[in-house]
């Protein structure tokens, strides 16, 4: 019997259709379990693609699908496509190649360490564009090397929408609450 491996757990939602938000004959969309914001979800393809280091040119085609369920479940949860960010992780974690679509509020209990930020909202982030261009270019996504990896990861805690730079995670995430909560009035 196969040992369960965390990093493989992509694959076993994946194969439960009750799970997909939406989906097409190349890909489903699920919710993230451990969303970092109130809207993150990711698109996985049905096609066995570890991560983004195995794409090559061929799978433009799969990845333009890919980006479309993105666009689409941010139509289906009535929401608006410049509070969301897609893209991928440089520094994948989880078996399963998988695009994020995640709101830029990152109002979450799930956000909890430096890294879980500095992952989205530092080049550990590659949005989807950039890849389609590093793919277009070079036939393949360039790996960061150790250095810059480790120096993303430790970067400062950035405010994604003002200069503001929080000292912890809890101080940020106050913060983040009162860049959404401004929002939601000024959309009401």
Known sequence: MATYSWANGLVKTLKDPTTHI???SLAAVIQDKYAKAKHHYLVLPFEDIPSIFNLTQQNLPLLQEMHLLALNVIEVKGEKKDNFLIGFHN???????HLHVISNDFISDCLKTKKHWNSFNTALF????????QLEKNDKVKRLDSSTLKELGNMELKCNQCSYVAKNIPTLKQHLLEHYEKRKKMEE
């Open 91 to 97: 520094q994948p974690s989880m078996q399963r190649l």
């Open 22 to 24: 939406i989906s097409n």
């Open 126 to 133: 590659l949005n989807y564009e950039d890849l389609i261009t």
